[in-house]
């Protein structure tokens, strides 16, 4: 092998251990009857060692911090952001006819309670009216024919 | 090394960010000392990594698994500090400044060791800053991270032969620059 060839590998695949082992050894071969190259050899392997000496250190804690904030502060962003395009949406369908819906909502509330009200509330005063009066004129009376206390109106009318 | 559960990707793409965090606790120091090494300051490395993450958080979903999980972080932590110093020299802000490293290391205190640690850290960024960002990263990627060429090629999409003759020129610049120094 030519000083050429054998100082490009040195300087990439002998160097970095990604030559076959056939190529090493004749590498090596060379290398031993070769002062040119073997002082390149020597150089290089000099030139690397802050390489190879070089600390790995961990990340800084705070990045991490970061990040977290970053992505919470990102999630808030676009759940506001989802909840005002949903509001849009809403207002831009519902707003112009809005008096118009509130006004027969409110009209349809008042009816339902006007009407379930009167049954609810009115009839069954009514009705302890009734009841009331016709148990005290059973007392005054001590009449055995009670039904001519409670007359209804339809009776009335009939008899 | 780096090799993470699937399930855990999976997850982390769904938004658990428990499970994002252990994506980060696996890759975080290879992606802060690659950034620390192409850009040489601590601050600028803590901005990569804080820029690598987020960009591998919002493009997880999208992340089809044709590479290795792990090249994919590798490329963009590589391209991201890159872009980071690149701008650092725009703006001429290209700083060196080794005496961070030191103080991240733990328990660093005065002391013979830590003395030629810190003539070894300047020694190192001497080297480094004398070569354009691209052999840096081959250069670093190879030495300090120990990948193969494969693995640099792939993270950096690039052929293995270019690899190859980056860290040849990259060398070759080092040699000439420890020749100059010996002359002076």
């Known amino acids: 092998m030519n000083c050429k060839k054998i100082q490009d590998l040195l300087l990439s695949d002998y160097l970095d251990d990604e030559i076959g082992s056939s190529l090493r050894r004749r590498s090596q071969e060379h290398l031993d009857i070769c002062e040119a190259c073997r002082k390149l050899e020597q150089e290089l392997q000099r030139v690397r060692i802050p390489l190879q000496k070089a600390p790995r250190v961990e990340a800084p804690a705070r990045i991490w911090q970061n990040i977290r904030q970053q992505i919470a502060e990102e999630r808030q962003r676009e759940f506001r952001l989802s909840w005002e395009n949903m509001k849009n949406w809403l207002e831009e369908r519902i707003v112009i006819r809005r008096p118009v819906f509130a006004l027969a909502t409110v009209m349809a509330v008042l009816l339902i309670v006007f009407v379930l009200g009167r049954n609810m509330v009115f009839r069954p005063y009514d009705e302890a009216r009734y009841a009331g009066e016709a148990f005290t004129s059973i007392l005054d009376n001590q009449d055995d024919t009670i039904a001519a206390n409670l007359e209804t109106s339809i009776e009335k009318y009939f008899l | ?184």
């Open chain 2, 1 to 184: 090394m780096h090799d993470i559960a699937p399930e855990i990707l999976k997850r982390a793409s769904q938004g658990d960010i428990a499970a994002f965090e252990e994506v980060y606790r696996a890759f975080s120091s290879f992606v802060f000392n690659v950034a620390f090494r192409i850009n040489q300051n601590s601050a600028d490395a803590e901005e990569v990594t804080q820029d690598v993450f987020m960009k591998v958080y919002h493009n997880l979903k999208g992340f089809q698994f044709r590479s290795a999980f792990k090249t994919w972080v590798y490329r963009i932590t590589v391209n991201t500090a890159i872009n980071r110093y690149r701008k650092s020299v725009r703006e001429e802000h290209g700083r060196v400044n080794y005496d961070n490293l030191i103080e991240l290391l733990p328990g660093a205190s005065s002391s013979a060791a830590d003395v030629i640690e810190s003539d070894n850290e300047a020694r190192l960024n001497t080297l480094l800053g004398a070569l354009s960002p691209e052999y840096k990263a081959c250069l670093v990627l190879r030495e300090i991270e120990g990948l193969s060429y494969q693995e640099i090629a792939a993270s950096l999409k690039i052929p293995v032969n270019t690899v190859r003759s980056r860290l040849k020129r990259a060398r070759q610049a080092l040699l000439e620059h420890g020749r100059a120094e010996a002359e002076i």
